[in-house]
């Protein structure tokens, strides 16, 4: 397999299939009130988090390499948006998923070669899935961590797995 096919294959695998796994999870044990629960002002609660990934996906892979418009409001990803329920955001991440493949449908070889000012950070396309990748990992690690501290409980992510 080609590098760059492999790449995406690697995108969609450790984003749409671990970390949103994960995050639908999280969201299938908690209620659409803990959803905006913070134990402190420097803990963005679930719901917010949610919202930042697919502000940061949207605009690193869908108008980064995609070239749609930048439409990313990034401080409002972080107010207060109580009134956003859970299958919202189910949404918005399903909505963000389709818009991602349909990006990646659109991505060439020649791509992978070109360079992306975003964030005014300069990046390759291979730098900008690496970067959606880890931010997805990193944000999902916190979203189950809160999840954790909500419902007290393991969250079980491998429990079909022998892992010893």
């Not at 809160?146 to 892992?163: A, D, H, Q």
Request: proline share 2%; aromatic share 10%.
């Amino acid at each position: 397999m080609e590098l760059d096919k492999e790449l995406i294959e690697q995108f969609k695998v450790r984003v749409f299939e671990e970390s949103y796994a994960r995050i639908y999870k999280c969201l299938s044990l908690i209620t659409d009130e803990q959803l905006w629960f913070s134990p402190n002002l420097n803990v963005p609660p679930i719901g917010n988090q949610i919202l930042h990934l697919a502000g940061n996906a949207r605009q690193w892979v869908v108008s980064g390499l995609g070239g749609r418009e930048d439409v990313r409001q990034r401080d409002s990803e972080f107010e207060n948006q109580a009134g956003i329920r859970k299958s919202e955001l189910v949404f918005v991440l399903e909505n963000l998923k389709q818009n991602i493949n349909e990006t990646f449908e659109d991505l060439q070889t020649e791509d992978f070669y070109r360079k992306h000012s975003i964030q005014g950070f300069d990046n390759s396309t291979t730098g900008v899935l690496i970067h959606v990748i880890e931010h997805f990992s990193y944000h999902t690690g916190q979203i189950s961590m809160l999840t954790k501290i909500l419902v007290n409980k393991p969250l079980g992510y491998y429990s079909e797995f022998e892992l010893n």
